[in-house]
């Protein structure tokens, strides 16, 4: 083989481990800090400030939907059903609510089978939608896989791991 092949095939080298090593820094990156996942959903109904065309000095109208002022029957809190926390609940209080191992998380899941940045739950016109954040091993709703965001109903079980919870009224 000629010198200058010889060169060609060491730089091919180097450069196909360059990407390699890249691309394991950026799959550890997204592991420890997460990846903001926001769905087409969540954007479509986000807030947005609505100026009235006879009065531009007026304030836009506020529309709520959290629990405390909907209309209809929403779930109050969050229950773990199975797991290491069985029995624990927390307050649905916010529009989102994420799910996983980080300890910034609002509901932290001590299990091997949880992401750091799991899942999340959002509300969204007065039903709570959930959203799998690109974890490893999934996240189930009545036993079917999550691909994309589901509405999540009263009572319906979700499980992360080896835990299980409900929205509960």
């Given at each position: 083989m000629s010198d200058l092949a010889l060169y060609i095939v060491r730089i091919a080298f180097l450069v196909v481990l360059w990407i390699f090593i890249f691309s394991i820094i950026s799959v550890i990156r997204a592991d420890l800090f997460g990846q903001k996942v926001v769905s087409r959903v969540t954007r479509a109904n986000a807030p947005t400030k609505v100026s009235s065309p006879v009065l531009p000095t007026a304030?836009?109208?506020?529309?709520?939907?959290?629990?405390?002022?909907?209309?209809?029957?929403?779930?109050?809190?969050?229950?773990?059903?199975?797991?290491?926390?069985?029995?624990?609940?927390?307050?649905?209080?916010?529009?989102?609510i994420t799910i996983g191992?980080?300890?910034?998380?609002?509901?932290?899941?001590?299990?091997?089978?949880?992401?750091?940045?799991?899942?999340?739950?959002?509300?969204?016109?007065?039903?709570?939608?959930?959203?799998?954040?690109?974890?490893?091993?999934?996240t189930f709703v009545d036993d079917n896989r999550v691909g994309t965001p589901i509405v999540v109903?009263?009572?319906?079980?979700?499980?992360?791991?080896?835990?299980?919870?409900?929205?509960r009224a």
């Open positions: 304030p836009a109208p506020i529309v709520s939907t959290l629990p405390s002022e909907a209309g209809g029957v929403t779930a109050s809190r969050l229950e773990i059903t199975q797991g290491e926390r069985k029995g624990t609940s927390i307050r649905l209080d916010r529009r989102e191992r980080a300890e910034n998380s609002d509901l932290v899941i001590n299990d091997e089978y949880a992401s750091t940045h799991h899942a999340k739950l959002v509300l969204i016109n007065n039903e709570w939608m959930l959203q799998d954040l690109n974890s490893t091993n999934g109903k009263i009572g319906t079980p979700i499980r992360i791991g080896k835990t299980a919870f409900e929205l």
